[in-house]
């Protein structure tokens, strides 16, 4: 009952670090999502990103939009079901940058009924919030590259498919609500949530611990008794 004790008590102190750092990630990115735009990461700095530092940082891009290579990623929003629209970015260094556009209810997911919001050939400035890849598909869902089916933002993968060449960036970018021609994609629909039970589980574990302290304590009565 001892070594419980020290365990439950070690496995408090773990969820009461785990707390702060909860907190100090949450005050981070508050902070990251309502400062200044940056211009986005450039190739040299692409090794150095890393989702603890940099998701959600608010960066602005400026390229040429290529359309036609453009993936539908399945989701489910505020506004219901229906999908992202991620379409490569050309820079001005020759990498290229996934831009998710927003979202598109399933009746305008067809190329024509989507013709509206593709903007003019010319360069273009997107402002948005900086998010890591997501590799390996969605949960129970796995990406049909071959079938252009995608359940998830897995940058590399859509890469490949589509044929955008080497310097794509590890990251993609959630573009901001700026209305887009014909009012689709609907942008700046990110979700900022992190999961916080740290306390509840600090607290649980506490407890765990007291109680295999009081059945110790009383063992420990009777044997002497």
């Known amino acids: 009952m001892l070594a419980l004790t020290t365990v439950f008590v070690g496995l408090g102190i773990w969820q009461v670090q785990r707390l702060f750092w909860k907190l100090d990630l949450i005050a981070r990115v508050e902070a990251r999502i309502h400062a200044a735009p940056a211009p986005a990461p450039a190739l040299s700095e692409w090794l150095t990103i890393s989702a603890e530092k940099d998701e959600y940082r608010r960066v602005t891009a400026t390229g040429l939009f290529d359309h036609g290579k453009s993936v539908l990623v399945q989701a489910v929003?505020?506004?219901?079901?229906?999908?992202?629209?991620?379409?490569?970015?050309?820079?001005?260094?020759?990498?290229?940058?996934?831009i998710n556009r927003g979202f598109l209810p399933t009746n305008?997911?067809?190329?024509?009924?989507?013709?509206?919001?593709?903007?003019?050939?010319?360069?273009?400035?997107?402002?948005?919030?900086?998010?890591?890849?997501?590799?390996?598909?969605?949960?129970l869902r796995s990406n049909d590259p071959v079938n252009d089916r995608w359940y998830s933002r897995d940058v590399a993968a859509i890469a490949r498919a589509k044929g955008l060449g080497s310097t794509v960036a590890p990251y993609f970018i959630d573009a901001d609500a700026t209305p887009n021609p014909g009012g689709f994609p609907v942008g700046g629909l990110t979700i900022i949530n992190f999961r916080n039970s740290h306390l509840v589980y600090a607290i649980t574990w506490f407890s765990l611990a007291f109680m295999a302290m009081g059945v110790t304590i009383v063992l420990y009565r009777r044997k002497q008794i």
Do not use: Y
Request: hydrophobic share 45%.
């Open 108 to 139: 305008h997911a067809h190329p024509l009924a989507r013709a509206a919001s593709e903007i003019a050939a010319g360069p273009v400035t997107v402002t948005g919030l900086l998010r890591t890849s997501e590799p390996d598909g969605a949960f």
């Open 77 to 98: 929003t505020a506004r219901g079901a229906g999908f992202w629209l991620l379409t490569p970015l050309h820079l001005a260094d020759s990498s290229t940058l996934l």
